[in-house]
């Protein structure tokens, strides 16, 4: 069976295999191995954190509690593109709570914890400081960071990514 009729799961599998591979199958090289894998799902299915466990000869529960105890990991799927809103004092004073509000309303989300759009394409998220403060507001989108944002600012740039799309 060629690789372009192998099924999209069994696929991924391989790059996981090619991510292992790559990292020598090294317990000490847990987190290179996660960042990874996170990159390469947009998140860490549960499954092959099992898998990673195995391979590496390291007991599950230390590979799901590097995984759960860095802030970086997440184990919910997250979109295509992730905005991070600073909610840091600086950013809070200078607005960000405004910019939270039109963000949601433009994606559709709500307060109650949904943070990704139904499409996959969008995750906003908060976070307490970027370390920015002097640019405030701050918003990352897929990594680039957007300085003294308004709402307004930042409504447009999700058009123009969901618009590029």
């Given amino acids: 069976m060629s690789t372009v009729d192998q099924p999209k799961n069994l696929r991924k599998f391989d790059r996981v295999m090619e991510i292992l591979d790559s990292n020598e199958r090294d317990p000490a090289r ?3 191995i996660l960042q990874q894998i996170q990159e ?6 549960e499954e092959i954190l099992t898998f990673i466990a195995t391979t590496l000869c390291i007991p599950p529960a230390h590979v799901f509690g590097v995984a759960t105890f860095y802030a970086h990991f997440t184990l919910v799927p997250k979109g ?3 905005c991070k809103l600073c ?4 950013c809070h004073v200078r607005g960000s709570e405004h910019i939270l509000n ?7 989300l709500s307060e109650s914890g949904k943070n990704t759009t139904d499409d996959m ?3 906003l998220e908060t976070v307490s400081c970027l370390g920015a403060c002097g640019l405030a507001p701050v918003l990352v989108v897929d ?4 300085s003294n944002v308004t ?7 999700i058009r123009e990514i969901a618009n590029a799309s």
């Avoid at 390469?40 to 299915?45: D, H, I, Q, S, T």
């Avoid at 709402?151 to 740039?157: G, S």
Wanted: net charge negative; proline share 8%.
């Fill in 80 to 82: 295509e593109h992730t």
């Fill in 102 to 108: 039109a963000l949601r309303d433009e994606l559709k």
């Fill in 40 to 45: 390469f799902y947009r998140y860490l299915p």
């Fill in 151 to 157: 709402p307004e600012i930042a409504v447009n740039l």
């Fill in 30 to 32: 847990l987190i290179p």
């Fill in 143 to 146: 990594e680039k960071v957007h």
């Fill in 87 to 90: 909610d840091g004092t600086a």
């Fill in 121 to 123: 394409k969008f995750t």
